[in-house]
DNA sequence: CGATCTACGTCGTTAGCCGT
DNA sequence: ACGGCTAACGACGTAGATCG
């Protein structure tokens, strides 16, 4: 290379930054399934990105997982350019530019995909990582989307090469401003220098973009917060008793931290807060906020691809609402059928669609045979014998099961319950799988029938710590938060304004935000009894429940 | 001189962190 | 979930220091 552009300023320094997005963690086991590059120079605020999709070789695939992460799945990709072909693009552009450097996030991963190809590049690689292990020691994470966030730039969702690109580009003119100012680099003389000079300092203090003096000013408050990156994106909500003490448990404790609340605290810059006139309230205000702005790091209450639905009683149709003939429900599907729906397969066949086996024995392989003798096995342990099975059988069965599970977990430790030992296409494992699903959805519409009947409700409960203090009260109906206020020492429950609807009205109300709110709602309640809280619920158009028989329902939901 | 302790280097294993 | 790298750790061995 020319001693001229080891000389030049940083931020005139020609480069070309590349981002791949692959189907596994080396060349070896994996295919490039996308490549991006940008010519720029840190001086360059909008660099201009060249993306391509590359399409599989014959018989490869894309793992779930990536397709997840990348949204990319071999349908995106037929129409794709081979590998050789994109190749061919960025060594054409290779040669007609001056470069002096290639630029990436975690080198070492993208140079061992790009590097074998013939893309005319032999020139130094600039880590982002590595600088990022020098320069920011003290950030709890040194992903790109932690350290592009933690600067100010907040990545896609979805994991793509373009979006990569941009944010390791910014994270570049962000680090070459930091060496001018405070390291003296300025050159990439200086630069290789430091990198071989400057070790990875070891118990670096922690550094947070947020400001400290914002999150010691909140209010001791119950109340929902919002973390927010730079560009005042929400990142994530959450709900607090205490919202100075939660959300500072964010920045105290990086220990017991999962590494994706790391990634998280790293790109978080400010903070709002709502204020509620209690935790049961911020719980349901919660799920509100995540319905409707869908946060990233909000995995559990998103939508995501859960959906509610409904059966019919011989379990062979399905619908998203429920119907005089479709509704036993709601149920929560993750993927294209419910577990359940296995037994409808099972009954009416006797060689069960094979595509059922691999739910069955979680993702292992299991052929027709093993699944009907799983079944054969089924239904000699619980005496059904060979004749069709009523459901009505089958959901008797399930609540013996469900009872019987419960037993045992009350009894023995649960980390000491009989682990499985048998082969996965084992009749027995099989027909043990097959008693799981049971007694799964037996509980499942146990709770689908509280959900219902909560749906139309009043609660009240005793929130502060005087007894004289006004009960906090909340009526519910069509599943919603319809008033809320107080009641006064001695005054009665009201009754709900929709104690006279019926099932199917209930029902009618169900979608996932329904769902999840009274499901909220009833995790709430299950607080609030273990904390011995004292409190009134009426269901429905029956007389108010006590808390006594309350914990016991709880207990089985 | 031999026994014991400490300091330091080397080797092999492990845990954690990146990427997809 | 998986591959691959590195920092961290602990086991081990050796050399040198100290002491009886």
């Known amino acids: 290379m020319a001693d001229s552009t080891m000389l030049t300023s940083l931020f005139e320094l020609p480069i070309l930054v590349v981002d791949c997005q692959t189907t596994g963690a080396s060349p070896a086991h994996g295919h490039l399934i996308e490549l991006a590059w940008s010519w720029t120079a840190a001086a360059l605020h909008s660099p201009d990105v060249v993306a391509r999709k590359i399409a599989l070789p014959q018989g490869a695939t894309v793992s779930r997982r990536v397709q997840q992460i990348t949204g990319l799945g071999p349908l995106d990709l037929v129409d794709a350019p081979a590998a050789l072909e994109v190749c061919q693009e960025l060594r054409a552009q290779t040669c007609a530019r001056q470069v002096a450097a290639v630029v990436a996030h975690y080198a070492r991963f993208e140079r061992s995909f790009v590097e074998p190809l013939d893309t005319g590049l032999s020139h130094p690689w600039i880590c982002t990582h590595a600088i990022a292990r020098r320069l920011l020691p003290g950030l709890p994470r040194l992903g790109l989307r932690a350290v592009a966030g933690y600067l100010g730039y907040t990545l896609a969702e979805e994991k793509r090469a373009g979006d990569h690109v941009l944010a390791t580009a910014f994270v570049w003119r962000a680090f070459v401003d930091l060496f001018e100012r405070e390291h003296a ?131 062979t149709e399905s619908s998203p609402v429920s119907a005089p003939t ?14 359940i729906e296995l037994f409808a397969a099972l009954v009416e066949t006797t060689t069960p669609d094979a595509l059922w086996a691999g739910e069955l024995a979680g993702g292992h392989d299991v052929d027709a ?17 060979t004749q069709a099975v009523v459901l009505a059988d089958l ?49 499942e519409l146990a709770r689908a029938r509280w959900l219902c009947r909560l749906s139309e409700s009043v609660l009240a409960w005793e929130d ?22 107080e009641l006064e020492a001695g005054e009665p429950l009201p009754l709900p304004p929709g104690h006279r609807r019926s099932r199917l009205q209930r029902q009618g109300v169900m979608d996932l935000g329904t769902y999840d709110r009274l499901r909220v709602l009833t995790t709430e309640l299950r607080r609030l009894v273990a904390a011995d809280k004292a409190l009134w619920l009426r269901v429905g158009h029956a007389e108010p429940i006590k808390t006594a028989r309350l914990a016991r329902i709880l207990l089985h939901l």
Do not use: C
Request: charged share 25%; net charge neutral.
């Open 326 to 339: 479709v509704m036993l429900g709601p149920l929560i599907r993750r993927d294209e059928r419910h577990p």
């Open 185 to 315: 680099v300025f050159t990439l003389a200086d630069l290789m220098d430091w990198l071989v000079q400057t070790p990875a300092p070891r118990d670096a203090s922690r550094i947070y973009a947020m400001p400290r003096e914002k999150r010691l000013a909140l209010p001791e408050t119950p109340g929902v917060y919002h973390l927010l990156s730079r560009s005042g994106d929400v990142l994530y909500v959450g709900k607090a008793s205490s919202l100075k003490d939660r959300v500072n448990s964010y920045f105290r404790s990086p220990g017991t931290l999962s590494s994706s609340k790391h990634e998280l605290v790293s790109q978080v810059h400010d903070i709002a807060v709502t204020e509620t006139g209690s935790s049961l309230e911020a719980a349901l205000l919660e799920n509100e906020h995540i319905k409707h702005l869908a946060p990233p790091y909000n995995a559990s209450l998103r939508e995501g691809r859960r959906r509610v639905v409904y059966l019919s009683s011989n379990l």
């Open 369 to 385: 045979a093993a699944l009907a003798a799983g079944f054969a096995l089924f239904r000699e342990r619980h005496g059904l014998g």
């Open 464 to 485: 502060g710590e005087s007894p004289e203090h006004p009960r906090r009260m909340l009526v519910i109906h069509q599943g919603r938060v319809w008033e809320q206020g």
């Open 395 to 443: 959901l008797r069965l399930g609540r013996e099961l469900l009872r019987a599970r419960e037993r045992a977990i009350a009894i023995d430790d649960p980390d000491e319950l009989p682990v499985d030992e048998q082969p996965a296409d084992s009749p027995q494992a099989i027909a043990t799988r097959l008693e799981r699903i049971l007694s799964n959805f037996s509980r």
